[in-house]
């Protein structure tokens, strides 16, 4: 499967942005997709999931109550929405497929397809 991210930008603290990424080459629907960040210097962590039904959500703690993932499988994508961001938010972030299907949730070990990234900023 190919991802395509886009959504990213400089926002100040407290400010709001959307993610989104486009999927294509395989049955979307039957995928568990994510979101992973990744900051100058350190690992690749994870940020959401949505299972394939949309029935399963996960978050990385710092991130709960402030961002949300969604997806529509009509249109082949995963969408982040990220609420009273904070600086330490700034990271590349990266969407991502599981590599096998009808799965609850991904981490970075079931990951079969990265996006290519989008570089969120937030300013203090």
């Known amino acids: 499967v190919q991802l395509q991210a886009s959504g990213g930008g400089l926002v100040q603290a407290g400010g709001s942005l959307s993610l989104s990424c486009a999927a294509s080459g395989r049955t979307f629907s039957s995928y568990t997709m994510g979101w992973f960040r990744q900051a100058p210097g350190q690992e690749r962590e994870f940020v959401a999931s949505m299972s394939w039904s949309g029935g399963s959500t996960y978050y990385a703690d710092s991130v709960k109550g402030r961002f949300t993932i969604s997806r529509d499988n009509a249109k082949n994508a995963v969408y982040l929405q990220m609420n009273s961001l904070k600086p330490e938010d700034t990271a590349v972030y990266y969407c991502?497929?599981?590599?096998?299907?009808?799965?609850?949730?991904?981490?970075?070990?079931?990951?079969?397809?990265w996006g290519q990234g989008t570089q969120v900023t937030v300013s203090s």
């Open positions: 991502a497929s599981h590599k096998n299907p009808l799965r609850s949730r991904i981490t970075k070990i079931d990951v079969g397809s």
